[in-house]
């Protein structure tokens, strides 16, 4: 398989766009697609400060890496969960993260030390609250919250996360059979802050497949964490990927057909009834928005635990 632009030997073949390309030709594309993306859904401009959720995998790594090489100033946010499980993970992963950080001294990454600050790690807090084997939701309240906290904290305009074209179809896969349309409504490669501390959010590769990602991070040279979290085992999003990507695999481009006519179909008005909503206030703890009657579900996760 020959590059598409100079004749060389490919190192990819994107059977979807039928584009082989090389390893001096791929990154170019990659970065080409990416800014093409920020534009076509105004996801932020050169002059305003990006805050990149990273894990220390390759595809939050890889957005970091292409945003910095796009010129955009992108600063990054690691959340230590303190997620051992024999394993070290959590440590593991922070410490791809600090390594990538030390590699472009342009760039500072703020590390979140959860059970420094809150107590207790996530799979202590999943103990507690009768969830030790499946503390993913737990973990999902927590990341959300401290990012959007350091996001406002520090100053940022938009939170920008590694969410790739496989995350994004296994979860409109997962709404879709459920028909979660509050889920549906929301699921967008841009949401805009509230205006009540709430960060604009956004995902930059969510056009990308997780094999293109993959490539880049191996072809640049970027030290990630290969391993999934010890709790991912049996997550239902694992078994909605397995099922598209043997889609993918009969039909080339099945996953993007599908994320992308979602989209159009929402331009076009699906999912747009009006709704009620809950109002928001700021929480009396924390001061994030919350629609909770009283304390929201982050700080009520704490209960009994010291914050000091």
Known sequence: MRCRRCGDTA????????????TVHFPEWFLEQTQ????????????????????????????????????????????????DHGTGYS??????????????PEAHLTIVDI???????????????????RPCSICG????????????????????????LDDETATLFGNVLHWQVDYLRHQFPVLPADGQ?????VKPFCRFYERETAAYTLIQGIDYIADECPY????????????LTQMEHDVPGTKMHFYTNFLKAKAAG???????????????????????????????????????
């Open 36 to 83: 093409r993306i920020i534009h076509k859904y105004r996801m932020f401009t050169p002059d305003e400060r990006v805050l990149v959720a990273v894990s220390g995998g390759k595809d939050s790594l890889a957005l970091w890496d292409v945003l910095l090489r796009l010129g955009y100033r992108a600063d990054g946010v690691y959340i230590d969960l303190g997620i």
């Open 232 to 243: 991912a085992g049996g997550a239902t999003s694992l078994a909605h990927k397995a099922t």
């Open 91 to 104: 440590a593991r992963s922070r410490d791809k993260a600090a390594a990538f950080a030390a590699q472009h």
């Open 270 to 308: 699906l999912f747009a009834i009006e709704e009620a909503g809950s109002e928001l206030h700021s929480c009396p703890q924390c001061g994030q928005p919350t629609s909770a009657a009283e304390l929201c579900n982050f700080c009520r996760l704490w209960d009994g635990v010291s914050t000091d």
């Open 11 to 22: 190192a990819i073949n994107m059977r979807q766009h039928r584009l082989a390309l090389c």
């Open 197 to 201: 501390g709430l960060a604009r959010k």
């Open 115 to 133: 059970p420094g600050l809150y107590g207790e790690s996530v799979p202590q807090v999943a103990q507690r609250r009768r969830r030790p084997h």
């Open 141 to 164: 309240l927590i990341k959300r919250h401290e990012m959007n906290r350091v996001a406002f904290e520090g100053g940022y305009a938009v939170l920008a996360t590694g969410h790739n």
